[in-house]
C-alpha cells in the first residue's frame, strides 16, 4: 500500500470525530464544548485538525453564519459519524452491564403512528434513563394489527372502541381514554377570544378522518356551538391525528384534538385549546395487549407500571 492510500484509508481520531458531531448538532463551537467538557479552542484545533486531514470544509461557521451548519461534505460525513457513535455507545453500554453482571433485556412495542410519534416517544426516552438495562424498539402497525410474530412483539398499545367492533380483549390493562377539544395555534385566535364561538365561522376548520367517533367530526361540534345553521366551508379531513397536530401547529386551521394525543403540544405552547369547558369524552381509549404466552420477567412489568404511571399524571 502507498503512502497516499494509507492516508486515505486512515481514520480520524474519535475526538475530532466527536467534536465535529457536537458543532453540527448543537450550531456553535461553545455549546459543543460545554458538552464535551473541554475547551472552546480545543475544539476547534480538533475541528481545524479533522478538515486538514480529510481535505474539505465541514462547516460553515464564523463571519455573517449565526450558527455552524454542515458544508455538503460535512453533512454526508455527519450522518455516518452519529450512527458510528450511536453504535459505540450502545456497544459499550452492552459491555457495561455485563461487566455488573446485568444482562440487557430487549422489548418490542408496537402502536399506532400518531400514539407513537404524540405520546409514546418522549416517554419511552424517559423510560431508557431510569431502566438503563432495558431496550425498548417502537414498532408501527396500522388497523390494529401488530406483527406478533414476525417482529416479535412483546406488547402493543391498541386503540379499542369499548362495545364496538374493536373492543378490548380479557387480559387487556387499560391504559387511558380520551377527550376532544377544538385546537389551533396560539397565534391564530387571540385570548380574548378562545371562548367565542363566532371564531370558529372565520378559520378552516380541519378534521381527523376516523371512524365510528362523532365527537371529532364537525358536524357534532356546529350543534355543540350553537353554528347549526350558519354556513361554513367543508372541513380539510387529515388521516392521523399526527397530522393534524403539525397542520394546526402550522396555523392552517381550528382542529379538534384527541386528548392526550394534543397534550405535549398544548403544554409545550404550540397549540392553545378554544372553549375548552366544552370537551367531549371520545368513543376510543387505549389499551396494553401483552403477546399470549409470552415469557415472564421484569423487564415488561416495569414498563407497563411506569406506562400507567404517566398515564395517570396525564389526567
Not at 60 to 76: D, K
Not at 273 to 294: F, K, Q
Request: glycine share 6%.
Amino acid at each position: 500500500m502507498s503512502i497516499a492510500d494509507d492516508l486515505a484509508a486512515r481514520t480520524p481520531p474519535l475526538a475530532a470525530l466527536r467534536a465535529f458531531e457536537a458543532v453540527a448538532r448543537l450550531g456553535s463551537l461553545s455549546r459543543a464544548a460545554a458538552e464535551l467538557n473541554v475547551t472552546k479552542s480545543a475544539v476547534s484545533h480538533q475541528l481545524r485538525g479533522l478538515e486538514a486531514e480529510l481535505g474539505a470544509s465541514l462547516l460553515h461557521r464564523g463571519g455573517t453564519v449565526r450558527r455552524a451548519e454542515p458544508t455538503e461534505a460535512g453533512a454526508a460525513l455527519l450522518a455516518s459519524v452519529q450512527q458510528a457513535l450511536t453504535l459505540l455507545q450502545t456497544a459499550c453500554r452492552d459491555v457495561r452491564l455485563r461487566s455488573r453482571g446485568r444482562r440487557l433485556q430487549r422489548l418490542n412495542l408496537s402502536a399506532n403512528p400518531s400514539l407513537a410519534a404524540l405520546w409514546l416517544a418522549p416517554r419511552i426516552g424517559r423510560f431508557a434513563e431510569l431502566h438503563p438495562d432495558i431496550e425498548i424498539q417502537v414498532h408501527l402497525h396500522a388497523s390494529q394489527e401488530p406483527a406478533w410474530h414476525a417482529q416479535e412483539i412483546d406488547m402493543a398499545l391498541l386503540h379499542v372502541q369499548p362495545r364496538g367492533p374493536r373492543d378490548s380483549l380479557p387480559g387487556d390493562i387499560l391504559l387511558m381514554t380520551e377527550t376532544v377539544v377544538p385546537v389551533c395555534h396560539p397565534d391564530l385566535v387571540p385570548p380574548s377570544r378562545r371562548d367565542d364561538p363566532k371564531v370558529f365561522l372565520e378559520h378552516r376548520w380541519l378534521e381527523e378522518r376516523h371512524i365510528d367517533s362523532p365527537e371529532t367530526g364537525w358536524d357534532t361540534w356546529r350543534g355543540r356551538l350553537g353554528l347549526s345553521d350558519a354556513r361554513a366551508h367543508p372541513p380539510l379531513v387529515l388521516s392521523g391525528m399526527a397530522t393534524i397536530v403539525s397542520a394546526a401547529s402550522a396555523g392552517v386551521g381550528i382542529a379538534l384534538g384527541r386528548a392526550p394525543l394534543v397534550d405535549e403540544a398544548l403544554e409545550s405552547g404550540r397549540l392553545v385549546a378554544l372553549m375548552p369547558g366544552l370537551r367531549l369524552r371520545g368513543s376510543w381509549g387505549y389499551v396494553m395487549r401483552v403477546r399470549p404466552n409470552r415469557p415472564i420477567d421484569t423487564a415488561l412489568p416495569a414498563l407497563v407500571d411506569f406506562l400507567l404511571q404517566e398515564a395517570e399524571a396525564g389526567h
